[in-house]
């Protein structure tokens, strides 16, 4: 595993583009790819070992550029191909310094680690590779669709968005918050999908080509803001800075 000690040679101590840095700043830098990562999800990388950030005498974690490449290797894996952590670490462990990451082909069971045909890495995942993503066995999984979190998309299988609302409603489990917390989280989401739609729906209708297109870019532009002013929100209502 990539070590990163104080004052050793991979920390990047020696000048300011490899200089060492708080976990606000790892996170800023990681949303630019991945929005929604969060200091929970980095802590919780760091409690399975795959990734061991330098200290403080004082214990504060500082990062080096080593570091935050190898977190933004595992964000990666687990968002383009579903691979659990376990065969992360052995992948980015095993590999020598310079060498691509090998990407194993799933089982026709849906085995990640397993010898397999080529993974669907398109719109939809099957439930195994779902209970891979997020590291959960299949009765968490029932849990959460029991409590509407988390569904099947029409036709089968669970898109991109199923996937990131299980990881997260994972985070959260470690936390203590159940299901059963999260279902006023759901409904303000649906709430605010609501108001977008308003704004998106008379667009949408129109005759014009060109105008229908605009809908579906006004749409992603509201929902991203929608995102940021819930989390602004909440950081406020909390008074939590990540600086």
Known sequence: MLR?????????AAGPAGRLVSIGTVLNQLREEFPDVTISKIRFLEAEGLVE????P???RKFSPA???RLGQI???QRDHYLPLKVIREQLDGRAPGEPVRIPAPSPHGDAASEGPERPTAARVGRAELLAAAEVEEDRLAEWESYGLVAEAEGGGFDAEAVT????VADLGRFGLEPRH???MKAAAEREAGLVEQVVAPLRRHRNP???AHAEATLKELAGLSVRLHEALVQSALGVRLH
């Open 4 to 12: 990163t000690p104080t004052g050793g040679a991979g920390n990047g």
């Open 53 to 56: 950030p330098s200290r403080t």
């Open 58 to 60: 004082s214990g504060y």
């Open 67 to 69: 570091d935050v490449e």
């Open 75 to 77: 964000l990666r894996l």
């Open 165 to 168: 609302v299980a990881r997260l």
């Open 182 to 184: 999260l279902r006023a």
């Open 210 to 212: 060109q105008t229908r």
